[in-house]
């Protein structure tokens, strides 16, 4: 109650009196977290086993939408602290497979725009929670699309191209020069967040820059390493070329649609390595000439002064309710998308 009190009843009997238990009361009795965890799997039909994951996290189950498996995880928060969101934004590494997303549940407590938002770029949503029926609706969970998608078609020239160099993704790929929480770099794939930290952003970024330079896109682990020489400028990887690769494929797999995976779109090939997609499905803003690191930010002058002087450069805009511009769900820009020459 708001006064701090209980009241208890039979809820098989409508006739029962309500009465007012002692807190001595309250203390012969347990909550049981498993049989109501599996009362929730049972009216959602997920699959899988309810498991303890921490004292107020419960792996409630998974589906299984559109060939990703979706995990469901109840929280059980009586007030949300900074150190609850932050643990919350574990889950991701908490679970034994790689899900996405993740959907909590948080009966106890409501979770403002702001908490919504900052997990969500972790891959984490919220679901509703019904206490009659006990059913989850996962439709109605904070969604991690863009508004509005935007639409690439090539051209009978660019799919011979896409062909001689055997490309083999067609996900859209959007570097949006957003930042999320922990200096992460906001990336969408197909639409999809991934919050990338910058040693892996600069380590994409790169292969970006390659691609959109044209041709096969390769780049040789010893450039990518190094840099170009005078065009760069400085080492972008001193050391730990290989661990940076693979962070980076472990981060952007679970944003994937099977059968794609991350070593399809992060391509190696006898020491080299590629963004393995045609450039016309990559758009990148203009705003990460003012990225905080050194190395992003050169690369995102020269890719700029690339494209300056080119006069078959087209601004990529997402129109939403007649505007041009492409919001995100607080109203905020992200910044006109640029893709490459056509």
């Known amino acids: 109650m708001d006064d701090g009190s209980f009241e208890a009843f039979d809820d098989e009997d409508p006739d029962s009196e309500i009465i007012t238990p002692a807190a001595g009361d309250m203390r012969q009795w347990e909550f049981d977290v498993g049989t109501f965890g599996r009362m929730i799997q049972g009216a959602n039909a997920f699959d899988g086993g309810v498991a303890r994951v921490n004292p107020r996290l419960w792996f409630l189950g998974q589906a299984t939408r559109d060939g990703r498996k979706e995990a469901i995880v109840l929280g059980l928060f009586e007030r949300l602290r900074d150190s609850d969101i932050s643990t919350i934004r574990t889950l991701p590494t908490r679970l034994p497979e790689h899900y996405h997303p993740i959907y909590l549940v948080s009966p106890l407590v409501e979770l403002s725009a702001i908490q919504q938002r900052e997990l969500e770029a972790y891959g984490v949503r919220i679901a509703s929670f019904d206490f009659e029926s006990f059913r989850i609706d996962l439709a109605s969970a904070f969604d991690d699309r863009l508004p509005t998608k935007r639409i690439v078609i090539l051209n009978d020239e660019e799919e011979e191209q896409f062909a001689r160099y055997q490309f083999k993704s067609r996900a859209l790929i959007g570097i949006t020069g957003r930042r999320a929480a922990r200096a992460r770099n906001v990336v969408l794939l197909d639409d999809r967040i991934v919050p990338l930290p910058n040693s892996e952003f600069r380590c994409f970024f790169r292969l970006v ?63 080299r390595v590629r963004l393995s997609t045609y ?11 003012h990225h905080p690191d050194s190395a992003i930010k050169r690369l995102a002058s020269l890719l700029n002064a690339t494209t300056k002087h080119n006069p078959r450069i087209r601004w990529l805009i997402i129109r939403r309710s007649g505007r041009n511009r492409m919001l995100n769900r607080s109203g905020s820009l992200y910044g006109k998308i640029r893709p490459p020459a056509l």
């Open 209 to 271: 820059f390659e691609n959109l330079k044209g041709e096969d896109g390769y780049v040789t682990l010893s450039q990518l390493r190094r840099g170009d020489g005078e065009e760069l400028g400085f080492d972008f990887f001193p050391a730990g070329i290989e661990q940076a690769i693979s962070r980076l494929r472990s981060h952007i797999q679970p944003a994937l649609t099977p059968p794609m995976t991350a070593t399809d779109l992060i391509e190696r090939n006898a020491g």
């Open 279 to 289: 450039k016309k499905y990559v758009g990148i803003s203009e705003t990460l000439s």
